[in-house]
């Protein structure tokens, strides 16, 4: 689904408003329903002030009781009064002694308080003969509700500021805890460590911010394979300078001090030559390496394309047997001549090299589905099988002399000696520009334990 951190917004701030309407209702009808009672001690004084009405005027008559009602109203600056009640049913109707029993003339002390009335209601204390009435206006102090604007500002704005609040944090960390470990991730790679990757980090999270941070994570991997690859093609070009710089200086002296002019002079030319090659071919594969062209403009014969190679390779090396197992035409579409040609060109020649005087190299080409496969098989020394990955690497070149064959272990060392040991890497970054792969594997003679020679496979689509 896309989107999904939009939804996920939308759901949390959803639920969480009507949350938070929801909420503030509730209290706010809690607090007002709490609030509409009369205290319990102010009950109390009611009661307390009926019972003493109702003492004055059995003890001590209606004018000493008159006389209280006005110390009372004016202590509690409100109205008070004791009246009777006479309820006559008429046309010989009769009344339930429970209904005479509960007649009021004011409200019960009991009962809510409307809290948004202006006037305090008059409240009734019955005496004990039950027709006898004890009423008060409720006294201003003894009001339920005195607080009810504060808490109502508090309800409306206090609480939900609150919620919000906590809405927002829990937003605040849903959000910010990915992010926090992508710029950590990204300090720690600034830093110079470019295995930090961040998507595992995040755990089962599934968003636009995980696919931010798989998309770090390619970053990080691409730039920092680009930087791991740029420092070791540094490295190795400045091992391999030495040589030819350490014989340009010799051929110089030679020259000044007028020792076989024209043999230093030709070592010079020589010398430059392989220095030009050595940074074309540096140049060429730092390019690859970092910009990964698509090499995909041209439409080609490749059977043509190899005829012409293995011509010129034949050329260069007559002692050789090259056999060529061609189809009469290969259209490859969208791809490149060029780069197909000098990495086809580079393995060649390279298999020629490693094959021995009157030795073979075969080349087929054959139509698997959408692919065409190119196999190329000298008959060398083959390659050890550790390393067989490794040939691609820039400066590697397999070191024959260091071969171990104790016991048929197979076990061998590999180190850069002579030449450049760019042609396969070169290769390699050139089919994979035009949409194609290259591997290698020895192959064998029947019932034999050692490679009878390396075989080059290379699979380039038709169409790329």
């Not at 006559?88 to 429970?98: H, I, N, T």
């Not at 190679?309 to 002692?319: H, L, R, T």
């Not at 450049?420 to 994979?432: D, E, K, P, S, W």
Request: hydrophobic share 45%; glycine share 6%; aromatic share 8%.
């Amino acid at each position: 689904m896309k989107n999904k951190l939009l939804w996920k917004l939308c759901w949390i701030v959803g639920v969480g408003a009507v949350l938070l309407f929801w909420i503030v209702d509730r209290v706010v009808q809690q607090t007002e329903q709490y609030m509409s009672f009369i205290a319990l001690e102010h009950q109390q004084q009611l009661k307390a002030y009926g019972q003493e009405a109702e003492a004055i005027l059995n003890s001590q008559g209606q004018a000493a009781l008159a006389s209280w009602l006005l110390s009372l109203q004016e202590r509690e600056q409100t109205w008070a009064g004791v009246v009777t009640t006479s309820i006559k049913p008429l046309a010989k109707g009769r009344l339930p002694k429970q209904f005479v029993k509960g007649f009021l003339l004011g409200r019960s002390i009991e009962w809510k308080i409307h809290l948004y009335f202006k006037e305090n209601p008059i409240m009734d204390i019955p005496f004990s003969d039950g027709y006898t009435h004890f009423l008060i206006r409720l006294p201003q102090r003894m009001r339920p509700g005195i607080y009810l604007p504060y808490v109502h500002l508090l309800l409306q704005i206090g609480l939900p500021f609150i919620l919000l609040c906590f809405l927002s944090l829990v937003l605040y960390r849903h959000f910010m805890a990915p992010l926090q470990k992508l710029k950590k991730a990204t300090q720690q790679f600034s830093n110079g460590n470019f295995d930090v990757r961040v998507k595992a980090a995040l755990g089962r999270r599934d968003d636009e911010l995980t696919t931010l941070a798989h998309t770090f994570d390619e970053m990080a991997e691409r730039t920092g394979a680009l930087i791991l690859t740029q420092r070791q093609l540094l490295a190795d070009l400045s091992h391999e300078v030495r040589t030819p710089l350490a014989r340009i200086d010799m051929a110089v002296d030679c020259i000044e001090h007028n020792i076989h002019p024209e043999k230093a002079l030709s070592r010079l030319r020589y010398e430059a030559a392989t220095m030009r090659e050595l940074v074309e071919d540096v140049l060429t594969l730092a390019w690859l390496n970092n910009e990964k062209p698509c090499l995909n403009k041209e439409d080609f014969d490749l059977v043509e394309l190899i005829s012409v190679i293995c011509e010129d390779a034949s050329f260069e090396y007559p002692e050789r047997i090259l056999r060529t197992e061609l189809p009469e035409q290969a259209i490859l579409q969208h791809s490149s001549q060029r780069a197909l040609g000098q990495a086809l060109e580079n393995i060649i020649r390279n298999a020629l090299r490693h094959t021995d005087n009157l030795g073979q190299v075969v080349i087929s080409l054959t139509k698997q589905a959408s692919l065409i496969v190119i196999d190329v098989k000298d008959h060398g020394p083959g390659v050890p099988v550790g390393l067989l990955n490794d040939i691609f690497r820039p400066f590697f070149q397999v070191d024959k002399s260091r071969l171990n064959h104790s016991e048929g272990s197979g076990v061998y060392e590999g180190k850069k000696r002579g030449g450049f040991g760019l042609g396969l890497a070169l290769a390699q970054r050139q089919i994979a520009a035009v949409g194609g792969y290259i591997y290698a594997r020895n192959h064998y003679q029947e019932n034999a334990d050692s490679p009878a020679g390396l075989h080059m496979i290379i699979e380039l689509p038709q169409k790329a």
